[in-house]
């Protein structure tokens, strides 16, 4: 299972966080956008990203990722994710995205089931169950949203798709043990608000 370590709560700085995640072993930086209005929250502005020696893992919980898809690939992310919920031309933004030579996802809040991402399957480079209410780092693993990993990884059976299923929110070194069948992880407090990230990594036996 690959590591995405989020940048979202961590007891450094930015500048100081990414260096740490460049020393680990982990696999992508995952980067959380908030804008306020998608979620109450707004995530602050982000000026070290570039620092990043892992390749960028962009989830935009907004609600209008088009204003930020093309920062994102200034900073050449290796992909981006937004939300099934949006009432947007979800195709658009996602061919944008692939325009734009990144990869594309689509992220289910914990109460939007899989046959949200139904349509878009035949396209998608990722699908991000959200484990936790979106916005906020922290949380209380929601276990029943692991049902998805199993209704996810029979689609893409059936149907051939392609698509790699991470998991976001409230992975630690106890709930890791809950989640199988999931192509990666994203993972944040839990790495971030310690002193040894790479420690807290290894305790995820991955
Ligand atoms: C939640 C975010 C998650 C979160 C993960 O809205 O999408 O990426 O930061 O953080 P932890 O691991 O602390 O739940
Ligand atoms: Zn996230």
Redesign the pocket.
Known sequence: MKLAV?I??TDYDEEETIARINETTADYL?V?V?DGSF?SQRTPQRDFLHTSKKPLNV?L?VSRPFDYISMFKELQAESITIQAELEDDLNSLLDYIHELGMKCGLALCPKTSVSAVEEYANKLDEVLI?S????????KMIESTLDKIEELENLREKEGYQFKIFV?????GETIGKIRGADAV?????ICKSEDYQAQIDKLGL
């Open positions: 989020s979202l709560v995952h959380d908030t979620v989830h919980m959200l936790v209410t979106p916005g906020v780092g922290g949380q976001d929110g409230g992975v630690n994203i993972v944040g407090s839990f």
